[in-house]
T-cell receptor, first 114, second 114 residues
Framework: AQTVTQSQPEMSVQDAETVTLSCTYD???????LFWYKQPPSRQMILVIR??????QNATENRFSVNFQKAAKSFSLKISDSQLGDTAMYFC???????????FGKGTRLHILP | NAGVTQTPKFQVLKTGQSMTLQCAQD?????MYWYRQDPGMGLRLIYY???????DKGEVPNGYNVSRLNKREFSLRLESAAPSQTSVYFC?????????????FGQGTRLTVV
């Protein structure tokens, strides 16, 4: 069974700084999707970034980028120039090809300090 | 565009009572999910449905039943609520595969069992 591990329960950084959230996963599959979701205090789940395992290039969305290391089964999220609005819970998630289950990690609570 | 709609948003039940959480999506997605979110535990998959007429157990199915009524609707039923089922419940839907695959979430239901 696939598992997703987020080893940082909580982090705090000053605004405008860069922060990296860690995620590792365990799978025997070769093809899969990885996601980072953001959950602000409103409780709404918002997709931040998506990575397909067959793509070697790391995904980037504005200030958000990932470091995808397939051999190491690592998928970290880097937030550049962090803003107060980035304060949220961040979840890493995994879905394998031709399957429908999406498995989430336990989350990292990120505080951006003024 | 409504996306994924869950009802109710809040509910208090007494131990032993039953209730059904309703979920509907208007994006014509094949896959639908029910998750529960507890502090320190992340999102755990209860049940999912790959298509109309099919359902599968997730990580924590005990104490729950589901029905995929049609392509739009996926309900979660608690037959005899227990305090351990106090949680925030999320419904989600996704298109199964593709370069833009992602799960879309409802706004959540906060359930308290006393």
């Amino acid at each position: 069974a696939q598992t997703v591990t987020q080893s940082q329960p909580e982090m705090s950084v000053q605004d405008a700084e860069t922060v990296t959230l860690s995620c590792t996963y365990d799978t025997s599959e070769n093809n899969y999707y990885l996601f980072w979701y953001k959950q602000p205090p409103s409780r709404q789940m918002i997709l931040v970034i998506r990575q397909e395992a067959y793509k070697q290039q790391n995904a980037t969305e504005n200030r958000f980028s990932v470091n995808f290391q397939k051999a190491a089964k690592s998928f970290s999220l880097k937030i550049s120039d962090s803003q107060l609005g980035d304060t949220a819970m961040y979840f890493c998630a995994f879905m394998k090809y031709r399957d429908d289950k999406i498995i989430f990690g336990k989350g990292t609570r990120l505080h951006i300090l003024p | 565009n409504a996306g994924v709609t869950q009802t109710p948003k809040f509910q208090v039940l007494k131990t032993g009572q039953s209730m059904t959480l309703q979920c509907a999506q208007d994006m014509n997605h094949n896959s639908m999910y029910w998750y529960r979110q507890d502090p320190g535990m992340g999102l755990r998959l209860i049940y999912y449905s790959a298509s109309e007429g099919t359902t599968d157990k997730g990580e924590v199915p005990n104490g729950y039943n589901v029905s995929r009524l049609n392509k739009r609707e996926f309900s979660l039923r608690l037959e005899s609520a227990a305090p351990s089922q106090t949680s925030v419940y999320f419904c989600a839907s996704s298109e199964r595969q593709g370069p833009n695959t992602e799960a879309f979430f409802g706004q959540g239901t906060r359930l308290t069992v006393v």
